[in-house]
């Protein structure tokens, strides 16, 4: 089992940025896919989760309006798409599988994460 995350970077303030995240070695369609981040001294939160069930979805509220997660489970992939990135944005981004809920102790399979900074 192996969840790869990418698309990371610097953007400045306003700006978007797609993370992606591919799966090999499991059906994705089994598990909820959860994108959670950890901002230096922080702990890792959820940010956005989709059930592998029905599609439903949870955002924190922090990514409620600006953040739209999506899977294609024919290319064994999700996104996360990113917008009007505010620097409180700034962390290492992790998905992983798992679930139900969007919570990390509920996900066992974790990607290795990538970094978004959000600044001008």
């Known amino acids: 089992v192996q969840l790869q995350a990418s698309g990371g970077g610097l953007v400045q303030p306003g700006g978007s940025l797609r993370l992606s995240c591919a799966a090999s070695g499991f059906t994705l369609d089994y598990y909820a896919i959860g994108w959670f981040r950890q901002a230096p001294g922080k702990e890792r939160e959820g940010v956005v989760c989709?059930?592998?069930?029905?599609?439903?979805?949870y955002y924190a509220p922090s990514a409620k309006g600006r953040f739209t997660i999506s899977r294609d489970n024919a290319k064994s992939t999700t996104y996360l798409q990113m917008n009007s990135l505010k620097p409180e944005d700034t962390a290492v981004y992790y998905c992983?599988?798992?679930?139900?809920?969007?919570?990390?102790?509920?996900?066992?399979?974790w990607g290795q994460g990538t970094l978004v900074t959000v600044s001008s």
């Open positions: 989709i059930s592998s069930s029905d599609g439903s979805t």
């Open positions: 992983a599988s798992g679930g139900p809920g969007c919570h990390p102790s509920e996900y066992d399979h």
